[in-house]
């Protein structure tokens, strides 16, 4: 693998149909070396290189919290993630709330009633924040809901996303449960990558190939990889992975998948929101 820097282009928030959405910004609750155990020197140079800004001062760890959209026709949209959530939503606990989706949103000119879909590549709270309000309603009021059934069945009752998330999106009809590969619209696919939590899932956005603006495809990871440090060592884990067998090869395979047809890859918490997988 190469690790060079990205090149500037690469650090825009739009790659094709492709919109990154920076819900907010943070320090994670456990320096970056206890979140990643077993990670040595040379894997912590690369991820200097790979992602500089995510070394703070005295070891932490500083991370985005981001969403994509892509764009569909007719100004519609699919939503991957719904972010850390307002203020009183469930990762209130540890994440930086509020976060700015809704503005974001508005700045990209997207409209929550034009959200066809929202994708949750996982019901952790970082990523379902935006999910519905804390009246009960959802936020996206067109939107199906995607979320894999292993992730729903894997998800405590009392997990504070099942009452934010799961129990108001069944109770108004979009929550929408799919079992693995899944094409979602022309172009758009959920790839399960389980280990991270059980039912976690990415999605393969394919663009047309040689358009104008010459778009890559590209692999909106959710939490397959959280730091640089997985990104240049995919065989170092996180701390907080369900299962660390499982995770490596969901990375692993994405890894091998991105390179092979030269797609960037979409992250949630690097502090970039497009990268390239080698
Ligand atoms: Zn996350």
């Known amino acids: 693998m190469l690790f060079g820097h990205a090149p500037h282009n690469m650090r825009m928030d739009r790659h094709g149909r492709v919109v990154a959405l920076l819900d907010a910004t943070g320090t994670f609750f456990e320096p970056s070396r206890t979140a990643f ?3 040595d020197e040379a894997d912590w140079a690369r991820a200097a290189l790979l992602d500089p800004d995510a070394a703070g001062p005295d070891g932490a760890w ?8 892509i ?12 972010g850390v959530g307002p203020a009183q939503g469930p990762a209130a606990g ?8 809704p503005a974001v949103l508005a700045a990209a000119g ?15 709270e970082d990523h379902a924040g935006w999910s ?6 959802p936020f996206f009021p067109a939107a199906r809901y995607v979320v894999q059934r292993a992730e729903v069945a894997a998800l405590d009752r009392a997990d504070p996303v099942y009452g934010w998330t799961v129990a108001p999106l069944r109770a108004s009809g979009q929550l929408h449960e799919v079992d693995g590969h899944h094409r979602l619209g022309r172009g ?13 899932q990415s999605v393969l956005v394919e663009q047309d190939g040689g358009g104008p603006d010459g778009a890559r495809d590209v692999l909106v990871t959710g939490d397959v990889l959280v730091h640089a440090v997985q990104l ?3 065989a170092v884990p996180y701390s907080h992975e369900r299962d660390r067998a499982a995770a490596r090869a969901s990375r692993e395979d994405l890894l091998a998948r991105a390179v092979e047809r030269g797609a960037l890859l979409a992250t949630a918490h690097l502090t970039r929101p497009f990268v390239e997988p080698g």
Request: with cysteine.
């Open 37 to 39: 155990p077993g990670a």
């Open 62 to 69: 500083l991370l985005d919290f981001r969403c994509f959209a």
């Open 71 to 82: 764009a569909r026709p007719g100004g519609r949209w699919v939503l991957v993630d719904a």
């Open 94 to 101: 540890w994440a930086p709330v509020p976060g700015r989706l």
């Open 110 to 124: 997207i409209s929550a009633a034009d959200v066809e879909t929202v994708v949750l590549t996982h019901l952790h």
């Open 132 to 137: 519905a309000g804390a009246d009960g309603q």
């Open 188 to 200: 758009i696919t959920l790839l399960p990558t389980p280990g991270h939590t059980p039912g976690h």
């Open 232 to 234: 240049g060592n995919p």
